[in-house]
Every structure is written in structure tokens, then in C-alpha cells.
């Protein structure tokens, strides 16, 4: 089965940036894409961005769309997504997922695998 691993989350400033990593591993399992959801206290997850495994085009969420940019390096087998102009709002638990199910890339039911999250705090 695939496996997910985030990483590079923390604390940033207002107006910072930050880059967050997702290491797939297990690729004996076909998936369609590697989305970014987040997760904030009280808050439904809520898709960010994803970037499709066939032709590499990306997807945002209108919220992000012009400060955060996803990519992927093949040979390391990660999917990175970088955030700029942060802002508090963006606090969440960011998770990657694994897209299976065709369908509305921001929808988390059509994604089976998932990582452990990691936290990201944007605070002065």
C-alpha cells in the first residue's frame, strides 16, 4: 500500500513562507493524484491543492491560488507545496493524500491514503 509522510511544517510569521513535503513511498498501488488538504480546530478538512500524476497540472483552492504553488520531484518521489504571503488563517494540520477515485480533486472521500499531518502556525 502507498505511503504517505509530510514534513516541514512549524511556526512562521505573517507574511512568511513555507515549504511542506510529502514523501510517497509504496508504489505498488496506482493512484491518480498527491493532494494537500489542511485541517484547522473546529474546522472541516479542506482540499488546498493537488497536482495530477498523469500530466502534472495543478489544482488550487481559490484561498490559495496565487500564494501557494505545489510540484513534485519524481526522482525523489515527492510532492512539495510551497506557501507564501502566510496569513493566521492558514493555521491548520496540513495532510497529503493519495487521490483514487475520480472525481472533484478537493473532495477527501475520493482519497484512500493519507499521512499524519503536520502542524502549521502562522503567528506573530
Known amino acids: 500500500q502507498l505511503q504517505l509522510v509530510e514534513s516541514g511544517g512549524g511556526l512562521v510569521q505573517p507574511g512568511g513562507s513555507l515549504t511542506l513535503s510529502c514523501a510517497v513511498s509504496?508504489?505498488?498501488?496506482?493512484?491518480?493524484?498527491i493532494g494537500w488538504f489542511r485541517q484547522a480546530p473546529g474546522k472541516e478538512r479542506e482540499g488546498v491543492s493537488c497536482?495530477?500524476?498523469?500530466?502534472?497540472?495543478?489544482y488550487y483552492a481559490a484561498s490559495v491560488k496565487g500564494r501557494f504553488t505545489i510540484s513534485r520531484d519524481n526522482a525523489k518521489n515527492t510532492v512539495n507545496l510551497q506557501m507564501s504571503s502566510l496569513n493566521p488563517e492558514d493555521t491548520a494540520v496540513y495532510y497529503c493524500?493519495?487521490?483514487?477515485?475520480?472525481?472533484?480533486?478537493?473532495?477527501?472521500?475520493?482519497?484512500?491514503?493519507w499521512g499524519q499531518g503536520t502542524q502549521v502556525t502562522v503567528s506573530s
Open positions: 493524500g493519495a487521490l483514487t477515485v475520480y472525481g472533484n480533486w478537493y473532495e477527501s472521500f475520493r482519497y484512500k491514503y
Open positions: 497536482i495530477f500524476r498523469r500530466d502534472g497540472k495543478p
Open positions: 509504496g508504489l505498488t498501488e496506482d493512484y491518480l493524484a
